[in-house]
């Protein structure tokens, strides 16, 4: 059995169901990302597994035990939420100390534990600050510090990071997830943002209207979608018709194909290509966007309007609208994507 097992987990909130019958295993130690859009009901599911949201039906296993109606305080799950959650007359000691407190701990192991605990998240010289004197960052590793104290044997966060400048954002996207792999501590990351979810989890559960649509590594989930929402969540992926998939890339299918933008080429003369390489077709550029390293082209091929992504090697590539181009498909990565 998986350290974590969770079958036919179901949860309504009136006439609402926001999940029902959600089935899903994690193992010891791994780092599991929820993804999804707003809605989707991400956060119900991670407060169900945390006993803040009772379900009303199935059941949630932690290590052969059965949690389903256990109380919170039982579960040996700590939870870190994006809006911090500190108490704000205590200090960055007091609030990490809170749990053990609560716990009855003797003072000497409190004073011990906290300290640890101080060191690993970074948060050394700031035992007296209170939260107002913090940066966001600095009250998010109070708030994971807080969590990790009690030793859960589950880490539970729920877009920790969202209210978070860029750069501090994956400063402590690449902290939480060294924390996390050092303490081998089985955890699961919600957040809507899919590099979030690439860069950081050895699992992705990609979710839409309370299901788990895909579950996998971020390479398999990016590489294989399993139907069009998840070619449309993750990454820029082209959704081509299937009477258009036969005109452009002489493929019978009763799908759409997804193609990437990156697996689009434009034709260089002179150069031979493989035979998994299309003929070339000519496309009009209706638009472009500079990302920086990469040049992202709305093109127009044969009535079809595809994303084309190409490195940005030096301003002359930057072609203007109106231009004409040979665009050339790598058919190995062309798909059929389910509804
Ligand atoms: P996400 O975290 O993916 O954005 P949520 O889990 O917060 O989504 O919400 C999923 C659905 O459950 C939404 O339709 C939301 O309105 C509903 N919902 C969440 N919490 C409650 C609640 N306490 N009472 C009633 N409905 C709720
Ligand atoms: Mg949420």
């Not at 974590?4 to 791994?30: D, S």
């Not at 870190?80 to 205590?90: D, E, G, H, I, K």
Request: net charge neutral.
């Amino acid at each position: 059995m998986s350290y974590v097992t969770a079958t036919h987990l179901t949860k309504r909130f009136g006439e609402n169901t926001v999940f029902e019958r959600v089935n899903f295993t994690i193992e010891q130690g791994e780092f599991v990302t929820l993804l999804g859009p707003s809605g989707c009901g991400k956060s119900t599911l991670l407060r169900s597994l945390a006993g803040l949201n009772p379900v009303d039906g199935g059941q949630i296993w932690v290590n052969g035990e059965d949690i389903t109606h256990q109380i919170p305080q039982e579960r040996g799950i700590g939870m870190v939420f994006q809006s911090y959650a500190l108490f704000p007359n205590m200090t960055v000691e007091g609030n990490i100390a809170f749990g053990l407190k609560m716990q009855k701990r003797a003072p000497k192991d409190i004073q011990r534990e906290v300290a640890k605990i101080i060191a690993l998240v970074d948060l050394k010289g700031r035992e007296k600050h209170y939260p107002h004197e913090l940066s966001g960052g600095q009250r998010q590793r109070v708030a994971l510090a807080r969590a990790l104290v009690v030793k859960p044997r589950i880490l539970l966060l729920d877009e920790p990071l969202s209210a978070l400048d860029a750069k501090i954002r994956k400063h402590l996207r690449q902290q939480i997830r060294d924390i996390q792999t050092e303490l081998n501590l089985t955890t699961i990351f919600v957040t809507h943002d899919q590099e979030e979810a690439m860069i950081m989890s050895d699992r992705i559960f990609l979710m839409n209207k309370g299901e788990i649509v895909q579950a996998g590594t971020p390479e398999e989930i990016y590489t294989h979608p399993a139907n069009e929402f998840v070619a449309s969540f993750m990454g820029h992926y082209n959704l081509v018709a299937a009477n258009k998939a036969k005109q452009l890339f002489n493929i019978e299918t009763p799908w759409k194909v997804a193609i990437r933008p990156e697996s689009i080429y434009v034709k260089e003369h002179g150069r031979h290509y493989d035979k998994h390489i299309s003929a070339p077709q000519t496309g009009t550029i209706i638009n472009h966007q500079l990302l920086g390293n990469v040049i992202r082209y709305q093109v127009d091929v044969g009535e079809c309007e595809l994303t084309v992504d190409l490195l940005n090697r030096s301003s002359e590539r930057l072609l203007a609208r109106g231009s004409q181009l040979e665009l050339l498909f790598n058919l190995n990565e062309i798909q059929p994507v389910r509804a």
